[in-house]
């Protein structure tokens, strides 16, 4: 049983601002690949989406039982996320990723608030 339509939506999309999205999924270990699978379709959709700038996909490292990933997501603004999100393919998608599987997801947007390179002082940003 999914929890995915229970988990946190992303919020402030109302912004002309980049943000990043980034979500936190799990599944049991012997869905892993199915879990991939299917978001790679969900991935190919929002690639294709007007605003979008980049995907990545982590997996924890290591054997449990339990599979753990991040996805981290950039985009233009808050609004070109927002109306990715609010169309009929983006509902399918979702209802089809978590059909059959045990996915947890727990997505939240995020605005750059601190960055640091080699040799670099910190400073936020605002």
Same mark, same amino acid.
């Given at each position: 049983?999914?929890?995915?339509?229970?988990?946190?939506?992303?919020?402030?999309?109302?912004? %002309?601002?980049?943000?990043?999205?980034?979500?936190?999924?799990?599944?049991?270990?012997?869905?892993? $690949? &199915?879990?991939?699978?299917?978001?790679? +379709?969900?991935?190919?959709?929002?690639?294709?989406?007007?605003?979008?700038?980049? =995907?990545?996909?982590?997996?924890?490292?290591? $054997?449990?039982? %339990?599979?753990?990933?991040?996805?981290? +997501?950039?985009?233009?603004?808050?609004?070109?996320?927002?109306?990715?999100? +609010?169309?009929?393919?983006?509902?399918?998608?979702? &209802?089809?990723?978590? $059909? +059959?599987?045990?996915?947890?997801?727990?997505?939240?947007?995020?605005?750059? =608030?601190? %960055?640091?390179?080699?040799? %670099?002082?910190?400073?936020?940003?605002?």
């Amino acid at each position: 049983m999914s929890n995915a339509t229970n988990s946190p939506q992303p919020v402030d999309l109302d912004t %002309e601002a980049p943000v990043t999205v980034i979500n936190t999924m799990s599944v049991p270990a012997a869905q892993r $690949d &199915l879990f991939l699978q299917r978001w790679l +379709g969900t991935a190919q959709y929002m690639a294709a989406a007007p605003g979008f700038r980049r =995907t990545r996909m982590f997996q924890a490292a290591g $054997d449990a039982a %339990e599979a753990v990933f991040v996805n981290v +997501g950039d985009w233009d603004s808050g609004t070109a996320l927002g109306k990715a999100l +609010g169309t009929p393919e983006w509902r399918e998608l979702t &209802l089809r990723m978590q $059909d +059959g599987l045990d996915l947890t997801a727990r997505p939240m947007i995020y605005h750059l =608030t601190l %960055e640091l390179t080699p040799g %670099e002082i910190p400073t936020t940003g605002s």
